[in-house]
């Protein structure tokens, strides 16, 4: 699977910004999805994912009720729309993608074998 993330920016604090990742190959739907973000000076922490088939989401208690995570198995493509940006949210976003993700382990880099590029996200206080 190769990803290719999209839809980073400059934004004021408050405001809204959405990401997308895109996703190569036939077998998407299969895939566990996961937004990860790295700060400068910092280390790579867990944003959202969203189990294979969609039902299930999980996010991180730093951006719970901010950020939506979604995903459109048709057209290969996960979401992470965020709203009420906050400085603390600048970051460089990426997506991963895992075949097998049990639900203990969503919040794991280790878990995901598959990475994105990073898009940035400067928020503007």
Not at 56 to 66: L, V
Not at 91 to 102: D, E, G, K, T
């Amino acid at each position: 699977v190769q990803l290719q993330a999209s839809g980073g920016g400059l934004v004021q604090a408050g405001g809204s910004l959405g990401l997308s990742c895109a996703a190569s190959g036939r077998t998407f739907s299969d895939y566990t999805m996961a937004w990860f973000r790295q700060a400068p000076g910092k280390d790579r922490g867990f944003v959202a994912a969203i189990k294979s088939r969609g039902g299930f989401t999980y996010y991180s208690d730093s951006i719970k009720g901010r950020f939506t995570i979604s995903r459109d198995n048709a057209k290969n493509t996960v979401y992470l729309q965020m709203n009420s940006l906050r400085p603390e949210d600048t970051a460089v976003y990426y997506c991963a993608a895992s075949r097998s993700v049990i639900q203990s382990a969503l919040a794991s880099q280790d878990a995901y074998s598959y990475w994105g590029q990073g898009t940035q996200v400067t928020v503007s206080s």
